[in-house]
């Protein structure tokens, strides 16, 4: 049998709504869609319209994209459940727990806002917050593991820091808690298209689909159930449980459908099952290795101008996404889209974030013209 040979990277700008004329690093926010997700949707209209035979057919469709993550990630597809956004599962998650007064839930002091609030909020419950602070702009994984004791219900970390860039050091964190009473759950929403997911390190696993998964605004939650086989959301519905004796009793699915309330995106999957089908021509390892490469040159350019580079340097501790502090973003984000330059600016920092489809060109260009934005 003739070996498949992936496409060379980086993969064509022409492939993609919306890039002519465009540098476009702002994946790590909203990277554009396909031009091939113009034909996933007419599939989906033409499904729809086709009445009960059709609806199944979302179902079938839904099915395989759950195949596909299971095996991006290393899971069952099983595992995979398909909701509305990765705070969803993050709060799935967080609700299947019998919190008691005096039990604790760590989590990073700079990571996203979605896990921080979830966990926050079990405070009213008696949970005691630990913030772990960072060393810097890192995160240093024994401070974080010795924030964990005997009373450590839930750990939720970023595989990819939205805010710095930082890749965590999975295998680690997950190693030592493995055999302990505490649930690790990971955010991979900017790891997830861009580097490897490992989601068999961890107990829980979230992650948005519109940034480098190249889907919309949906998310997934994977429950790794040979790990934590103990997961029962606090909410049910049609979707997520099947019928008992009568009308009030149910009984929850036995796997991560039960944490589906409702229908599961459907016009989402047909458009993801795109993303994927496109991802895995390349193949993620690949996509990794370009990523990192670019990221890598961003930081050197951007250490080279005495910046405040927030993103470590090392390539096992990043991915595609390189940032630098900076108060006023609005103004640079303005400069470098009228020169037809794409970046992300909030939350005090300016970052730049190399996909599949930017170049060495695009990375030069931007840096060539950086000085300008910081005056």
């Not at 209209?45 to 195949?67: L, M, N, P, Q």
């Not at 929403?189 to 519109?210: I, Q, W």
């Not at 993103?311 to 996404?321: F, I, K, L, V």
Request: with cysteine; charged share 25%.
């Amino acid at each position: 049998m003739t070996p498949v040979i992936a496409p060379a990277l980086p993969a064509p700008k022409s492939d993609f709504i919306g890039l002519e004329g465009k540098v476009h690093l702002a994946a790590g926010g909203e990277p554009p869609l396909l031009k091939a997700h113009r034909g996933a949707f007419e599939r989906f209209a033409t499904d729809k319209a086709a009445g009960f035979s059709g609806y199944w057919r979302h179902w079938e469709v839904i099915d395989e994209v759950r195949a596909r993550i299971a095996r991006w990630t290393g899971l069952e597809p099983g595992d995979i459940a398909l909701l509305g956004n990765a705070s969803e599962g993050i709060m799935r998650v967080v609700s299947s727990f019998d919190w008691q007064p005096g039990d604790n839930v760590v989590v990073p002091e700079l990571d996203y806002a979605s896990g921080r609030y979830a966990l926050a909020s079990l405070q009213r419950q008696g949970v005691e917050l630990r913030l772990v602070p960072a060393d810097g702009w890192a995160l240093q994984t024994g401070r974080l593991l010795a924030a964990c004791d005997g009373r450590t219900r839930l750990v939720y970390i970023s595989q990819v820091n939205a805010l710095t860039g930082q890749h965590a050091d999975m295998a680690a964190i997950s190693a030592a808690l493995r055999d302990t009473p505490t649930a690790l759950m990971v955010d991979a929403s900017h790891a997830l298209g861009a580097v490897p997911v490992r989601g068999d390190l961890a107990d829980f696993t979230v992650s948005c689909c519109y940034k480098f998964a190249l889907g919309i605004h949906e998310g997934i939650l994977a429950w790794n159930r040979r790990r934590w086989p103990d997961f029962v959301p606090l909410g049910a519905g049609w979707c997520s449980a099947a019928e008992g004796a009568d009308p009030v009793e149910f009984r929850h699915k036995e796997d991560a459908r039960r944490a589906e309330y409702g229908n599961a995106g459907h016009l989402g999957a047909y458009l993801l099952r795109e993303s994927l089908d496109y991802l895995d021509s390349y193949g993620v390892d690949a996509i990794a290795d370009h990523v990192r490469r670019l990221s890598g040159r961003l930081i050197a350019g951007m250490t080279k101008l005495g910046l405040e580079v927030m993103t470590p340097a090392a390539p096992e501790s990043r991915a595609g996404n390189a940032a630098f502090a900076r108060s006023d973003t609005s103004s640079f984000i303005r400069k470098a889209s009228a020169d037809g330059i794409l970046v992300w600016g909030d939350n005090g920092r300016i970052r730049a974030s190399a996909h599949l489809f930017t170049t060495r060109d695009d990375i030069e260009y931007f840096l060539d013209r950086l000085p300008g934005y910081l005056a």
